[in-house]
């Protein structure tokens, strides 16, 4: 697929991703504010998993904004970009044992979630009894019950953690205990789908009642991500924490315990665009069918989404049809991202904009008949690409077959025969 011209300097050739650099610099901002405001003792980590996009870890942590991790791969990765362990809050079910180990050596924050994690760690103290080992631990907890109709796993209720009643959170606390590790943090995250304050309000009761029985002291309760992102819908990134503050306050001092809190989508999710050129109409019957480069494999790597988008549209034609399907490149049926209404009638050329696309996209990146598109950073008036577009290479680095020469003619003619 040929890639479609840009028309002026601020447009990227299409496909493409584009961040708004100022856009995205405001949520960081807010959110930033809403902590120094009621929870000056915090951490805003950033949770890799929505967006892992080289460019928008480094200007994260440029931003002084910590890394959340959820695998050896995501603690890497971190590495690499700069981060220090001490800057690396480590969650997740499936951290291997020499990583955790030498996060808990090195002093990154540590959540941790499985049985064979409090193993490892018990080890390591048993090891290493000159040194203050420290951990937090992921409460399993029934957001269900608590926020009927919230939470996104139903009454079969959440994978991760520790669960508070079948004993696992005692178990996990009396081994680490008994070992000399401290428990010094509780993680409460779950995914919601109202993303209500009432969620937190309710993790936050959960903790409550964990801290007091357990008379804990907690250097740490990492409340999660899930959070709510607009730039002008409410619940704002204030209305949050100064709840949660105040779910909080009667059972631990904000000013010793640091609240930790790991956005995702609400940072990153409204700041992105995908611009997309049309590339065929097709009559249909009575369907007008718009055939773009984008892809749902781009914009709606689940297909998941229900609601249609916001779109901009820069078309030529000034008529309007009642009803278009806006549909993708791929080979699939499935693949059509949006229908417009009472739009103008899209022509080859015209450009589409689809906003709010920064979250769980680039992080599902397709190599599904197109490899990935460009990335572009909108910032102070000028466009500057921080990913180009992959070509074929791209998709065959780090191919062993390659590497020893068995590809013939790929580096040269961008084709492989295996
Ligand atoms: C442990 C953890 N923290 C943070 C997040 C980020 O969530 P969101 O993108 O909804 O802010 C997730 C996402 O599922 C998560 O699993």
């Known amino acids: 697929m040929a890639a479609m011209p840009a028309q002026n300097d601020l447009e990227p050739t299409t496909p493409a991703f584009v961040i708004d650099g100022d856009v995205l610099d405001g949520f960081v901002h807010r959110f930033r504010t809403a902590l ?64 955790l180990r030498s996060a808990l050596l090195e002093g990154s924050i540590i959540n941790l979630d499985a049985k064979r994690e409090v193993t490892w760690t ?14 937090g631990l ?18 079969e209720g959440s994978r991760f953690g520790f669960h508070i009643d ?14 000399g590790v401290r428990v010094a943090g509780l993680h409460m995250h779950r995914n919601s789908s109202t993303q209500s304050i009432g969620v937190y309000e309710a993790s936050c009761s959960v903790a409550a009642e964990i801290i007091r029985s357990r008379n804990l002291d907690l250097s740490w309760i990492d ?31 904000p000013d010793r315990t640091r609240l930790i ?38 914009i709606d790597p689940l297909f998941r989404r229900r609601r249609g988008y916001a779109v901009r549209l ?35 050329g015209d450009r589409i904009v689809f906003s709010t696309v920064g979250a769980y996209t680039m992080s599902y990146q397709s190599s599904f008949i197109e490899f990935l598109p460009a990335v572009h950073v909108r910032q102070g008036g000028s466009l500057t690409e921080v990913r180009r577009r992959w070509g074929v290479m791209d998709h ?16 040269d003619q961008g084709t492989a025969t295996p």
Request: glycine content about 8%; overall charge negative; aromatic content about 8%.
């Open 314 to 348: 820069e078309a030529e034609a000034t008529d309007t049809l009642p009803r278009q399907i806006v549909a993708g490149f791929t080979c699939m049926e499935e693949d059509r991202i949006t229908r417009l209404t009472d739009a103008p009638a899209l022509t080859v």
């Open 396 to 411: 065959l680095q780090g191919n062993r077959w390659l590497r020893e020469g068995r590809l013939t003619g790929a580096a």
């Open 166 to 179: 079948n004993g696992d959170l005692g178990r996990a606390i009396a081994e680490l205990t008994e070992a």
């Open 223 to 253: 409340v999660g991500g899930g959070f709510f992102g607009s730039v002008e819908g409410s619940p704002t990134f204030d209305d949050y924490v100064s709840a949660i503050r105040r779910a909080l306050e009667p059972v631990l001092d």
């Open 36 to 99: 120094e405001t009621h929870w000056p003792h915090s951490i805003l980590s950033y949770s890799f998993k929505t967006n892992s996009l080289p460019w928008l870890i480094s200007y994260m942590r440029e931003k002084d904004v910590w890394a959340e991790v959820v695998s050896d791969a995501e603690f890497d990765l971190a590495l690499a970009l700069g981060y220090t362990p001490d800057k690396i809050v480590y969650n997740g079910p499936v951290k291997g044992r020499e990583h």
């Open 138 to 155: 992921r409460v399993n907890w029934d957001l269900e019950a608590l926020r009927p109709g919230e939470s996104t796993t139903g009454e």
């Open 261 to 298: 809190v790991e956005p995702g989508g609400s940072l990153i999710a409204v700041p992105v665009e995908f611009h997309a050129s049309v590339l065929d109409v097709k009559q249909i019957g009575e369907h007008t069918l718009v055939i773009t480069d984008a892809s749902r494999t781009d």
């Open 122 to 135: 018990a080890e390591l103290a048993r090891e290493r009894p000159e040194e203050e080992l420290a951990v």
